[in-house]
T-cell receptor, first 112, second 115 residues
Framework: DAKTTQPPSMDCAEGRAANLPCNHS???????VYWYRQIHSQGPQYIIH???NNETNEMASLIITEDRKSSTLILPHATLRDTAVYYC?????????????FGKGTRLSVIA | DAGVIQSPRHEVTEMGQEVTLRCKPI?????LFWYRQTMMRGLELLIY????????DSGMPEDRFSAKMPNASFSTLKIQPSEPRDSAVYFC?????????????FGPGTRLLVL
C-alpha cells in the first residue's frame, strides 16, 4: 500500500469547517483513499473513501487532487463530538489481500 | 444488528497468566481481523481470517500469541504467558464477503492490563 503523510495534530473552532490534509504521492492507479476516525476509547469508524472523484456523504466530503497525490477530508461544521484521531489510508479496495493498515493519523481537537 | 461484540471489555491480570480475548463478528461477515493498539506502536494488524481460515498472521508478535476461529460466529485471541508489554487495547473487526474496506466494522475493544 502507498504511504501517507498527515500532520500530527490540528485544531478547529466549533462550527467551522475542519480541513484535514493527506499526502500520498506514491498512490497507484487501483488504490483508493480511505478515511477512518477513532474517537477516544472507541474502535475506528469508517468515514468516506474515493478513487478519483470528489465524494460527499452525510459525515464528510473528500477532495482528491487531479494527480491523486493528495487529498483533503472536510468536516463542514465541526462539533465537539468530531474530536478524534483521523486516519488517511491508501489501499486497494478489497481486504482479501490488503487489509487496513493504520498510520499515526491526525489528532483533531475541536474547540468551543 | 448488535455490531461486533468483544469480551471482556476490561481485563487485568498478572504476568505469566493466560489471557483469552473473545470476538463475535457481525452475522454474515466472512472476514475477521484482530488489531492491537498501544501508545508507542499505534494500531497494528495482528491476524485476519477469511471464512474461518487464517490468511495472514505475520503481525502476531510472537509464539505467546495465538488466534483461532472455530466457527463463523466466534474467534479468540489467546496470550500465554502474558507479559506487561502485552498491555494494550485489542480490537476485533469484521467485514462481509468481498472484504470491502468501507464495510469493515470495529468492535469496542478489550482493554488489557498485565501487571
Amino acid at each position: 500500500d502507498a504511504k501517507t503523510t498527515q500532520p500530527p495534530s490540528m485544531d478547529c473552532a466549533e462550527g467551522r469547517a475542519a480541513n484535514l490534509p493527506c499526502n500520498h504521492s506514491t498512490i497507484s492507479g487501483n488504490e483508493y483513499v480511505y478515511w477512518y476516525r477513532q474517537i477516544h476509547s472507541q474502535g475506528p469508524q469508517y468515514i468516506i473513501h474515493g478513487l478519483k472523484n470528489n465524494e460527499t456523504n452525510e459525515m464528510a466530503s473528500l477532495i482528491i487532487t487531479e494527480d491523486r497525490k493528495s487529498s483533503t477530508l472536510i468536516l463542514p461544521h465541526a462539533t465537539l463530538r468530531d474530536t478524534a484521531v483521523y486516519y488517511c489510508i491508501v489501499s486497494k479496495r478489497n481486504s482479501g489481500n490488503t487489509p487496513l493498515v493504520f498510520g499515526k493519523g491526525t489528532r483533531l481537537s475541536v474547540i468551543a | 444488528d448488535a455490531g461486533v461484540i468483544q469480551s471482556p471489555r476490561h481485563e487485568v491480570t498478572e504476568m505469566g497468566q493466560e489471557v483469552t480475548l473473545r470476538c463475535k463478528p457481525i452475522s454474515g461477515h466472512d472476514y475477521l481481523f484482530w488489531y492491537r493498539q498501544t501508545m508507542m506502536r499505534g494500531l497494528e494488524l495482528l491476524i485476519y481470517f477469511n471464512n474461518n481460515v487464517p490468511i495472514d498472521d505475520s503481525g502476531m508478535p510472537e509464539d505467546r500469541f495465538s488466534a483461532k476461529m472455530p466457527n463463523a460466529s466466534f474467534s479468540t485471541l489467546k496470550i500465554q504467558p502474558s507479559e506487561p508489554r502485552d498491555s494494550a487495547v485489542y480490537f476485533c473487526a469484521s467485514s462481509p464477503a468481498g472484504g470491502l474496506k468501507e464495510t469493515q466494522y470495529f468492535g469496542p475493544g478489550t482493554r488489557l492490563l498485565v501487571l
